[in-house]
């Protein structure tokens, strides 16, 4: 894998606040020329895949918000300047959202199909994560029908520790970002504009057009975030929620698939005080290997090794085995080193099968005692809603100021005992994920998402043989897995590199780290060189 990655570098136009007078009533700042990363992406069919040249976009909420009249922040910290918005609409036609310089600020860097994401980046001020889109061209989000499709990726989760989220998913964002249905958006998808998700986020700086400061509060915790009265709620298909630890793949359906505004608690989910009170469906029907029992399939040096990159292949399979069909199965598959791994089963008593299907998901809520907030929502017929409207690719980093990503990694409830059935999700400590501890103990933290490719099913990866040579690759994806009580890539001659597993219960390899790294106790399972 590489170790170093050629930073672009960014066109860092400065104009004068005396031409900006020139543009009025704009909401585009002009401060940072915008210059969306290029990244390659692969359309399949079974005779083969072809290229298509993309790019991605930083969300807007990452985004300087400053007068459109000159340099003063609208928003600064976690709160708005309310002598410059003292509501939504005057805010909205008041404030512009500027460009990004993607690497030296916020950590994005691309290079051919390969998309990376630091953790924290320290400029100016403190970047933590991201969240982009892929796009079709300067102004419009790629929009992808997966009906009868798969959807494949490489991913890199080896340097994601506990707590940790690098997310590949979709959702129903309007492929302009809303500037048609909302004139007042004047940024649009350039910008990054017009984000939506199943848990109708509150912490969204711009909805439809307009600010979100009405009702604003700072959060607790987060000096850079705060929930508003509106919220942004549309369908989400989680592909991939992962760090080197746990993994799931979720469908998130809502009674409406497109964006819609909701209002306070009416928003439900995480960022409302009544989880259950929304239109969508905050809890998804999930498939995590460990939460299903199997505890041997997906982590460092298991059946699925996180310590190198592997491909993770989605499949939307409809009833009528075509792209009019309704959906009624997502099926998953790995690729490491040449080779085809199928999706664990489920090892809990009364909940059968390894893919995602209406009796999967109905017996799972039921054995684990769960709300059944995915078939109120509409279930894998609403998820089929969706997906045949068209959704827009996210790949993100984070962590998470409300529940630690414990219910990706660790036990959750903490409350509940971790041998009830659903409770132990992975291996993590239930203190591990607090975002102060995270961000400043792995601020190197990254995730790699690359050689991403949408076909016919069985047309984007190889079932037997050797590797999966993407026509655009520049660098091998297939790396050379060593076994994994020796680690590659490091020096191994003087101890384990770092991110390396060197113990936990049942390790039979090394425990001793390279210099300056030393090995560090994640959980009674794992140990880590850092
Ligand atoms: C982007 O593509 C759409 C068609 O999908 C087209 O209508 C639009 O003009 C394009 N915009 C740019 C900036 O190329
Ligand atoms: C499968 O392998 C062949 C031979 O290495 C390669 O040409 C082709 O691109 C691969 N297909 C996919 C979908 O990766």
Redesign the pocket.
């Not at 079709?136 to 419009?140: A, M, T």
């Given at each position: 894998m590489a170790a170093s990655l050629s930073y672009q570098i960014y066109k860092n136009v400065l104009m004068f606040a005396s031409f900006l007078a020139f543009s009025q009533a704009q909401q585009v700042g002009t401060s940072q020329a915008e210059t969306h990363p290029s990244l390659t992406w692969s359309k399949c069919t079974s005779s083969g895949c072809t290229t298509t040249s993309g790019s991605v976009v930083i969300d807007a909420n990452w985004r300087w918000v400053h007068t459109t009249d000159g340099y003063t922040n609208c928003y600064t910290g976690n709160e708005w300047d309310t002598s410059i918005c003292p509501d939504d609409v005057t805010c909205a036609a008041k404030c512009a959202l500027d460009g990004a310089s993607y690497s030296s600020t916020y950590g994005v860097t691309t290079s051919g199909d390969e998309l990376r994401l630091n953790f924290v980046t320290t400029a100016s001020q403190k970047n933590i994560g991201s969240r982009l889109y892929l796009m079709?061209?300067?102004?419009?989000y790629e929009m992808f029908n997966l009906l009868n499709q798969e959807f494949t990726f490489d991913v890199d989760v080896s340097q994601l520790p506990c707590g940790l989220n690098g997310a590949l998913y979709f959702v129903s964002m309007d492929?302009d970002g809303g500037s048609a249905r909302f004139p007042t958006n004047k940024a649009g998808a350039k910008y990054g504009t017009g984000y939506c998700d199943s848990q109708c986020p509150r912490d969204l700086k711009f909805i439809d057009g307009q600010a979100n400061v009405e009702g604003w509060q700072p959060s607790d915790s987060d000096v850079n975030s705060g929930i508003g009265n509106h919220g942004s709620c549309c369908a989400e298909m989680d592909i991939w929620e992962a760090n080197s630890i746990s993994t799931a793949f979720t469908p998130h359906p809502c009674d409406t698939p497109t964006q819609t505004q909701c209002e306070t608690d009416g928003c439900g989910g995480t960022y409302s005080s009544d989880r259950y009170g929304g239109t969508c469906d905050p809890d998804g029907c999930d498939f995590n290997p460990y939460r299903m029992g199997d505890t041997s399939f997906y982590g460092p040096g298991k059946t699925v090794d996180t310590n190198s990159p592997f491909t993770v292949v989605t499949q939307f399979i409809t009833d009528t085995g075509t792209s009019s069909g309704t959906l009624t199965e997502i099926k998953r598959l790995y690729v490491q080193d040449g080779e085809v791994i199928s999706q664990s089963n489920s090892k809990i008593s009364g909940v059968s099968g390894n893919s995602i299907t209406a009796d999967f998901c109905s017996a799972q809520k039921e054995v684990f005692g769960d709300t059944d907030s995915f078939s109120a929502h509409g279930g894998l017929e609403g998820m089929s809603a969706a997906l045949a409207e068209g959704m827009v690719l996210v790949m993100s980093l984070w962590d998470d100021h409300y529940a630690d990503m414990l219910w990706l990694d660790s036990n959750y409830p903490t409350t509940a005992s971790s041998s009830t059935p659903g409770v132990a999700r992975g291996t993590c400590d239930i203190s591990s994920g607090d975002p102060d501890f995270v961000e400043s103990t792995y601020p190197n933290a990254y995730v790699k998402y690359s050689n991403i490719k949408v076909g016919s099913l069985g047309s984007t990866y190889n079932s037997s043989g050797s590797g999966n040579s993407g026509s655009s690759s520049s660098t091998t994806t297939t790396t050379s897995r060593t076994s994994s009580t020796t680690t590659s890539g490091g020096s191994s001659a003087t101890g384990l590199p770092r991110y390396s597993q060197c113990g936990g219960q049942g390790w039979s390899g090394s425990t001793t780290c390279a210099s300056p790294y030393t090995c560090t106790k994640q959980n009674d399972y794992y140990s880590q060189c850092l």
């Open positions: 079709e061209n300067d102004s419009k492929a």
